[in-house]
């Protein structure tokens, strides 16, 4: 089983950049997808971007394109997402999470997702 445990959360102002990191306690397989999701007070879980396992594909939200980059290192068994710009919309729980699906499954549907994380605390003030 792999377990993912993310690091990087905090406080920041509005316009300030965080970068999140997401180890896994095992191999990420190179066959794997990867993806970040994150859920505010009373909302849902929401995907946010997601790397193929081929490193070339990656996709990003509208609300966070232009601003978040994901980007991971199989070597370290660890992917990332470096945040700029941020805005207090973005303040959220950040979640990492594996899928045995090279693609994601194509999709920000959470079934396609095997493994996830805790979770990190995001907070953007104004």
């Known amino acids: ?6 690091s990087g959360g905090g406080s920041v102002q509005a316009g300030g950049s965080l ?11 190179d066959s794997d997808c990867m993806g970040w999701f994150r859920q505010a ?4 879980r929401e995907g ?3 790397i193929y396992s081929n490193f070339n594909f ?3 939200s509208g609300p966070v394109k232009g601003r978040f980059t994901i980007s991971r290192d199989n070597a370290k068994n660890t992917v990332y997402l470096q945040m700029n710009s941020l805005k207090p919309d973005d303040a959220a729980m950040y979640y990492c999470a594996a899928s045995r699906d090279a693609r ?12 996830w994380g805790q979770g990190t605390q995001v907070t953007v003030s104004s």
């Not at 089983?1 to 993310?6: D, F, I, K, P, T």
């Not at 999140?20 to 397989?29: F, G, H, P, W």
């Not at 007070?41 to 849902?44: D, T, V």
Request: aromatic fraction near 16%; charged fraction near 15%; glycine fraction near 10%.
């Open 41 to 44: 007070p009373g909302g849902e």
């Open 58 to 60: 990656k996709y990003y």
């Open 1 to 6: 089983q792999v377990l993912l445990e993310e």
């Open 19 to 29: 970068r999140l990191s997401c180890t896994a306690s095992q191999n990420i397989l």
């Open 104 to 115: 994601c499954g194509g999709s920000w549907n959470t079934h396609f997702f095997n493994y």
């Open 48 to 50: 946010v971007a997601r």
